[in-house]
């Protein structure tokens, strides 16, 4: 199984950037997919997170400025990230936990409950 990121790259305050994350190498009906977030000499910061019935659930700093979605068919995670801040600078990395029926309702999934990652697309806001 692959992740594969892609969509950084840097952008002005107020910018907006979508993320991509394309899953291959095995097909799984129900599995949990979720973005996090680095920066150097920090953990990883749970970003959104997106279940196999469509639940979603994000990081509290989020306050309504991303959207996740997930394209079965495309086997595609996507990350729309709109009013971005100098903040929001930092690695991003898709995360999958499959085969799963792991709920995101009123919980977020930590980083441990994941067994694939992509190697991260980074985002810089300046």
């Known amino acids: 199984v692959q992740l594969v990121e892609s969509g950084g790259g840097s952008v002005q305050a107020g910018g907006s950037l979508i993320l991509s994350c394309t899953f291959s190498?095995?097909?799984?009906?129900?599995?949990?997919m979720a973005w996090f977030r680095q920066v150097p000499g920090k953990g990883r910061e749970a970003v959104a997170a997106?279940?196999?019935?469509?639940?979603?659930i994000y990081g509290d700093f989020v306050e309504g400025r991303f959207t996740i979605s997930l394209d079965n068919a495309e086997n595609t995670l996507y990350l729309q990230m709109d009013r971005l801040n100098s903040e929001d600078t930092a690695m991003y990395y898709c995360?999958?936990?499959?085969?799963?029926?792991?709920?995101?309702?009123?919980?977020?999934?930590?980083?441990?409950?994941?067994?694939?990652w992509g190697q991260g697309t980074q985002v810089s806001v300046s």
């Open positions: 190498g095995a097909t799984y009906s129900r599995r949990c």
């Open positions: 995360a999958a936990n499959a085969p799963s029926t792991r709920s995101v309702a009123g919980f977020f999934p930590g980083p441990h409950e994941y067994n694939y």
């Open positions: 997106a279940d196999a019935d469509r639940r979603t």
